[in-house]
T-cell receptor, first 117, second 112 residues
Framework: EAGVVQSPRYKIIEKKQPVAFWCNPISGHNTLYWYLQNLGQGPELLIRYENEEAVDDSQLPKDRFSAERLKGVDSTLKIQPAELGDSAVYLC???????????????FGPGTRLLVL | GNSVTQMEGPVTLSEEAFLTINCTYTATGYPSLFWYVQYPGEGLQLLLKATKADDKGSNKGFEATYRKETTSFHLEKGSVQVSDSAVYFCALIIQGAQKLVFGQGTRLTINP
């Protein structure tokens, strides 16, 4: 079974430029998460989707960050404009349908490492 | 609020040594508890979990017991290998919610 796929794996951009990250969850997983992992820290949730609906985006800085999951499968996270402090690893995860067996286990992709210069 | 506190690293051990990585939590509800591992260059992988008090999660020789009375979920392994070198994250999720709350991670290095 294929795992969570993310691209790109690495991205270097100048500050004030836009950047986008893509995630394809495990097939059949309706719940998708985006996490931010700063150096030396644990991941922190940015946004959670149930199918197409963003059900928890309370931690997403909406002035510069946006996300979409138009068809309830893959998702894109965008930053515009990027700031120096956005340098971090952006992780995508997915889990089976809420309420089903094993729904609490989240499966993570390899992440996108962003460096803003 | 909900939070997880882990033993600060880095931790360096010799091969075959006994490992303990401490983890304590605070939670407003009744959490499920997890240990995730991040090998160099890879994503987070679930190592083990426990969903109720006194449950013991185990995998790959690692164990952790859900201790409600001490709000702890310490990770242990009897004999570590060089291949266990990684960053280990303790995490919780409140049952009924789906937001994982992570500790800061503990970097483990095993020397041959």
């Amino acid at each position: 079974e294929a795992g969570v796929v993310q691209s790109p794996r690495y991205k270097i951009i100048e500050k004030k430029q836009p950047v986008a990250f893509w995630c394809n969850p495990i097939s059949g997983h309706n719940t998708l998460y985006w996490y931010l992992q700063n150096l030396g820290q644990g991941p922190e949730l940015l946004i959670r989707y149930e199918n197409e609906e963003a059900v928890d985006d309370s931690q997403l800085p909406k002035d510069r960050f946006s996300a979409e999951r138009l068809k309830g499968v893959d998702s894109t996270l965008k930053i515009q404009p990027a700031e120096l402090g956005d340098s971090a690893v952006y992780l995508c995860a997915s889990s089976p349908t809420s309420g089903g067996a094993g729904y609490e286990t989240q499966y993570f992709g390899p992440g996108t490492r962003l460096l803003v210069l | 609020g909900n939070s997880v506190t882990q033993m600060e690293g880095p931790v360096t051990l010799s091969e075959e040594a006994f490992l303990t990585i401490n983890c304590t939590y605070t939670a407003t509800g009744y959490p499920s508890l997890f240990w995730y591992v991040q090998y160099p260059g890879e994503g987070l992988q679930l190592l083990l979990k426990a969903t109720k008090a006194d449950d013991k999660g185990s995998n790959k020789g690692f164990e952790a017991t859900y201790r409600k009375e001490t709000t702890s979920f310490h990770l242990e392994k009897g004999s570590v290998q060089v291949s266990d070198s990684a960053v280990y994250f303790c995490a919780l999720i409140i049952q009924g919610a789906q937001k994982l709350v992570f500790g800061q991670g503990t970097r483990l290095t095993i020397n041959p």
